[in-house]
């Protein structure tokens, strides 16, 4: 199953909050001082707010699945496409543990592939989402985890 992920940086985390839990109508599945993540059944996606201190609006778009099989499919999928995949191996972001990849469209807007394996509870880093999406994912110093 593949789900879309929606990660909005907020500046208000308790005012987001109150309107998600409202508009989605059920409260986030993950709860931190900074962080809120909803696994939303209807419509099938995963929509998470943080308050880390970026600039208001959208973080990155994603698309999250469910098996290593599921990633690689992705993953091959935007090579094909003529984009380069910055790869991520068991890396802790958001408090989960998953193996990603990472792009950006033509826009440069931060794409993320992800299969997370476990939960965390550290929020472990974003650097190479931005790192990434800055260098149009030129992977820098990690040719051999690029497609």
């Given at each position: 199953?593949?789900?879309?992920?929606?990660?909005?940086?907020?500046?208000?985390?308790?005012?987001s909050?109150?309107?998600?839990?409202t508009?989605f109508?059920q409260?986030?599945?993950?709860?931190?001082?900074?962080?809120?993540?909803?696994?939303l059944?209807e419509?099938?996606?995963n929509?998470?707010?943080s308050?880390?201190?970026r600039?208001?609006?959208?973080?990155?778009?994603?698309?999250?699945v469910d098996?290593s099989?599921?990633?690689?499919?992705?993953?091959?999928?935007?090579?094909?496409a003529?984009?380069?995949?910055?790869?991520e191996?068991q890396?802790?972001?958001?408090?989960?543990?998953s193996d990603k990849?990472w792009v950006?469209?033509?826009?440069?807007?931060a794409?993320e592939?992800?299969?997370?394996t476990?939960?965390s509870?550290?929020?472990?880093?974003?650097?190479s989402?931005?790192?990434?999406?800055?260098?149009g994912c030129?992977?820098?110093?990690?040719?051999?985890?690029c497609?």
């Amino acid at each position: 199953m593949k789900r879309l992920h929606v990660a909005l940086e907020v500046a208000d985390l308790e005012g987001s909050l109150k309107f998600y839990r409202t508009l989605f109508g059920q409260a986030p599945n993950v709860v931190k001082a900074d962080y809120a993540k909803w696994q939303l059944a209807e419509p099938s996606v995963n929509f998470s707010i943080s308050a880390r201190g970026r600039e208001p609006g959208v973080n990155h778009l994603g698309i999250q699945v469910d098996s290593s099989e599921e990633l690689q499919e992705i993953n091959t999928a935007l090579a094909a496409a003529g984009h380069a995949v910055h790869r991520e191996e068991q890396t802790t972001c958001c408090y989960a543990v998953s193996d990603k990849g990472w792009v950006s469209d033509p826009q440069g807007v931060a794409w993320e592939a992800f299969h997370t394996t476990a939960h965390s509870e550290e929020y472990g880093t974003d650097a190479s989402v931005f790192a990434a999406a800055e260098q149009g994912c030129g992977c820098p110093g990690q040719a051999d985890n690029c497609c």
